[in-house]
T-cell receptor
Framework: GENVEQHPSTLSVQEGDSAVIKCTYSDSASNYFPWYKQELGKRPQLIIDIRSNVGEKKDQRIAVTLNKTAKHFSLHITETQPEDSAVYFCAASLDNYGQNFVFGPGTRLSVLP | DTEVTQTPKHLVMGMTNKKSLKCEQHMGHRAMYWYKQKAKKPPELMFVYSYEKLSINESVPSRFSPECPNSSLLNLHLHALQPEDSALYLC?????????????FGPGTRLTVL
């Protein structure tokens, strides 16, 4: 089955700096890669996603890149703000009956003012 | 309505109690999910319902019993739970089974088993 690794497990950056979180997946058939942000005590919320037919996607300060050959994808946050502090989960999914996401273990991002 | 709702927000139960968690969405989604999330861990899939039918059961103990009464509602019935079942239980929904599609999560029910 699919296995998703995520690095680093914790990341501290100064406000205004960039943050990069990387995930690798094992199943080359996976074709959908969402990123979720989860603040303490809150629900996971989708912040950006990418499908396997696209190499990069950007939404304001957030971007995701996908390298299908190497089976890795990365989240890039520019001009970080204290409200970006949260746990970020990547996931990989196959086109199958009942959408089985496999989540990475998470990255705790702290943005220091 | 673009939200998944869950009740109750918090639940404390003894090991002999029977309780139920409820999830509701009115986005017309036909896939609904139950996840269990322990502290500092990612969500862990428990059950998937597609078109109101159970399609995935990730080897979950029988003390957890899911039910999908209609396309908008998802229940999780709890009976004879163990303290290690204490966790955040998240419901999610997505548009159509069989398609890679975004899952939208509810706020969760924080369950404590004494």
């Amino acid at each position: 089955g699919e296995n998703v690794e995520q690095h680093p497990s914790t990341l501290s950056v100064q406000e205004g700096d960039s943050a990069v979180i990387k995930c690798t997946y094992s199943d080359s058939a996976s074709n959908y890669f969402p990123w979720y942000k989860q603040e303490l005590g809150k629900r996971p919320q989708l912040i950006i996603d990418i499908r396997s037919n696209v190499g990069e996607k950007k939404d304001q300060r957030i971007a995701v890149t996908l390298n299908k050959t190497a089976k890795h994808f990365s989240l890039h946050i520019t001009e970080t703000q204290p409200e970006d502090s949260a746990v970020y989960f990547c996931a990989a999914s196959l086109d199958n009956y009942g959408q089985n996401f496999v989540f990475g273990p998470g990255t705790r991002l702290s943005v220091l003012p | 309505d673009t939200e998944v709702t869950q009740t109750p927000k918090h639940l404390v139960m003894g090991m002999t109690n029977k309780k139920s968690l409820k999830c509701e969405q009115h986005m017309g989604h036909r896939a609904m999910y139950w996840y269990k999330q322990k502290a500092k861990k990612p969500p862990e899939l428990m059950f998937v319902y597609s078109y109101e039918k159970l399609s995935i059961n990730e080897s979950v103990p029988s003390r957890f019993s899911p039910e999908c009464p209609n396309s908008s509602l998802l229940n999780l019935h709890l009976h004879a739970l163990q303290p290690e079942d204490s966790a955040l239980y998240l419901c999610a929904s997505s548009q159509a089974p069989g398609h890679t599609d975004t899952q939208y999560f509810g706020p969760g029910t924080r369950l404590t088993v004494l």
